[in-house]
């Protein structure tokens, strides 16, 4: 048996491979991150105990309708990290794995909240790997607290007047209030 069987990219050594992925210290952790959750902000922290850099990858994606906009998504991540020199946050348009490979990363971490998460990451998993086999996909379970949390949840609730306490942070929860104050409620959602 041959050590291709477990490892379909170049790297056959699997002591390098680790090495590289790891070694590295960086890894990317990308999102719409509209808003950025309490559930997020478990799983950046919990990537740092393994990562010395997390790179927080804000999609920027003008087809997508937002609540935040890409500056505001990025200033809000920035706030909350600002005591963190450990979390870079940048935003980012085209190939995930193409902006991990600028940004010498070869890990992207992603949060698996429940099995309703796993097809979709499977198949985006699969397909970044197709699209670089180098570049390695890690998923971590965020606390049981924000395993039934979303944005899009956060925002619906946040919209009819629900109480965020513990959902999200609180820089987040004024930003929130306010586009509740200066815009229509149907367009919140
Ligand atoms: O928070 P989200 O919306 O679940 O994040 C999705 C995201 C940003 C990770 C995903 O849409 C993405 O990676 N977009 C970049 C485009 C890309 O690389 N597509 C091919 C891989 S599926």
């Given at each position: 048996m041959t050590k291709q069987i477990f490892f379909d990219t170049k790297v056959d050594n699997p002591g390098e491979r680790a090495h590289n992925l790891f070694m590295k210290k960086k890894a990317v952790y990308p999102g719409s991150f509209d808003p950025i959750t309490n559930g997020h902000v478990d799983i950046i922290r919990r990537g740092l105990e393994i990562f010395e850099q997390i790179l927080v990858a804000v999609l920027e994606n003008p087809k997508k309708k937002s609540l935040f906009s890409t500056k505001e998504r990025v200033a809000m991540i920035q706030e909350i990290f600002?005591?963190?020199?450990n979390v870079e946050v940048k935003a980012f348009h085209g190939l995930l794995v193409d902006f991990a490979k600028k940004n010498d990363a070869k890990m992207i971490i992603r949060g698996l909240r429940a099995i309703s998460d796993f097809e979709y990451e499977f198949q985006m998993a699969l397909m970044n790997r197709k699209l670089d086999p180098e570049i390695e996909t890690l998923f971590m379970m965020p606390s049981l607290n924000y395993s039934f949390l979303s944005s899009r949840l956060v925002k619906e609730v946040s919209m009819l007047g629900g109480c965020l306490e513990g959902l999200v942070p609180t820089e987040v929860e004024k930003n929130l209030k306010n586009k509740q104050k200066s815009a229509p409620k149907t367009k919140l959602i």
């Open positions: 600002s005591d963190c020199k």
